[in-house]
Nanobody, 117 residues
Framework: QVQLVESGGGLVQAGGSLRLSCVAS????????MGWYRQAPGKQRELVAT???????NYADSVKGRCTISRDNAKNTVFLQMNSLKPEDTAVYYC???????????WGQGTQVTVSS
């Protein structure tokens, strides 16, 4: 069983920065994609950024140039550095781990990010 615990969310003014962290407890056997998704009130959950075990990254167009995803495979941890935050970045941010071979995925409980204008 894998559990994901996020941290680092909070309230920040527009233009500010936040760094989200997600630690996966338990064993993730084999390659896995780790990433971040977000869900704003009244909207569907959407991809923010993902990173493969080999370091390949994928970003939503809305965050390119402002966010950087990184991971520490030895510690089963993924980070999301968010800069130049905008009010439209306000959402609950969820950590996600998806096993490449089985396709099974895990979700964290979410961390709130609020950007004030």
């Amino acid at each position: 069983q894998v559990q994901l615990v996020e941290s680092g969310g909070g309230l920040v003014q527009a233009g500010g920065s936040l760094r989200l962290s997600c630690v996966a407890s338990g064993s993730i056997f084999g390659p896995a994609v780790m990433g971040w998704y977000r869900q704003a009130p009244g909207k569907q959950r959407e991809l923010v950024a993902t990173m493969s075990s080999g370091g390949t990254t994928n970003y939503a167009d809305s965050v390119k140039g402002r966010c950087t995803i990184s991971r520490d495979n030895a510690k089963n941890t993924v980070f999301l550095q968010m800069n130049s935050l905008k009010p439209e970045d306000t959402a609950v941010y969820y950590c996600n781990v998806k096993r490449v071979i089985s396709g099974y995925e895990y979700w964290g409980q979410g961390t709130q990010v609020t950007v004030s204008s």
